[in-house]
T-cell receptor, first 118, second 112 residues
Framework: DTGVSQDPRHKITKRGQNVTFRCDPISEHNRLYWYRQTLGQGPEFLTYFQNEAQLEKSRLLSNRFSAERPKGSFSTLEIQRTEQGDSAMYLC????????????????FGSGTQLSVL | QKEVEQNSGPLSVPEGAIASLNCTYSDRVSQSFFWYRQYSGKSPELIMSIYSNGDKEDGRFTAQLNKASQYVSLLIRDSQPSDSATYLCAVSGSGNTGKLIFGQGTTLQVKP
């Protein structure tokens, strides 16, 4: 197991185009998170899945953003009609929900996808 | 008020010194606290977790938690130039989601 994998590592797109990112979590992890990070800021929560169910979505998230995790394994994050303000590092993280003791969950991050919108 | 606050720094310490990084949080029900290290252009790497009041030591790192004061800190002993990075404090969100709320990070510079 090589950890959380994200693809692509870098994406340059023109404003108005759609982009899609992929995340493959650690295999035994049932929770998957998407975060966004801009320069000088900490990661900002976007959404999370437990297995295939999307259980929470940030209120700050535009409806141009959509995420899926169809079989409870890998996940995709799509941004439609990209804007320059979408330029950021998109981070995926995964964790394993361990029964009632969720306080001991630890999130492990992938290498991220750096998006540049021109 | 931000949910998790850190001084953005930079915090500069000489090699071999103790670096002290601080974090405060606003949600009293938070139960899990983490420190991540992030090198420039890389993703966050988990280095410490702490769940109960007091100190937790792991090698050169010590995490300290005071829930009454809503305060978390990270001490790095015998700081090395390779410790130069941004240190992110993360706090569990409400509910059993496992979601973490991050501070903006403190940049540490260790000078040889």
């Amino acid at each position: 197991d090589t950890g959380v994998s994200q693809d692509p590592r870098h994406k340059i797109t023109k404003r108005g185009q759609n982009v899609t990112f992929r995340c493959d979590p650690i295999s035994e992890h049932n929770r998957l998170y998407w975060y966004r990070q801009t320069l000088g800021q900490g990661p900002e929560f976007l959404t999370y899945f437990q297995n295939e169910a999307q259980l929470e979505k940030s209120r700050l998230l535009s409806n141009r953003f959509s995420a899926e995790r169809p079989k409870g394994s890998f996940s995709t994050l799509e941004i439609q009609r990209t804007e320059q303000g979408d330029s950021a590092m998109y981070l995926c993280a995964s964790s394993r929900r361990g029964g009632a003791f969720t306080t001991n969950e630890k999130l492990f991050f992938g290498s991220g996808t750096q998006l540049s919108v021109l | 008020q931000k949910e998790v606050e850190q001084n953005s720094g930079p915090l500069s310490v000489p090699e071999g010194a103790i670096a002290s990084l601080n974090c405060t949080y606003s949600d009293r029900v938070s139960q899990s606290f983490f420190w991540y290290r992030q090198y420039s252009g890389k993703s966050p790497e988990l280095i410490m977790s702490i769940y109960s009041n007091g100190d937790k030591e792991d090698g050169r790192f010590t995490a300290q938690l005071n829930k009454a004061s809503q305060y978390v800190s990270l001490l790095i002993r015998d700081s090395q130039p390779s410790d130069s990075a941004t240190y992110l404090c993360a706090v569990s969100g409400s509910g059993n989601t496992g979601k973490l709320i991050f501070g903006q990070g403190t940049t540490l510079q260790v000078k040889p």
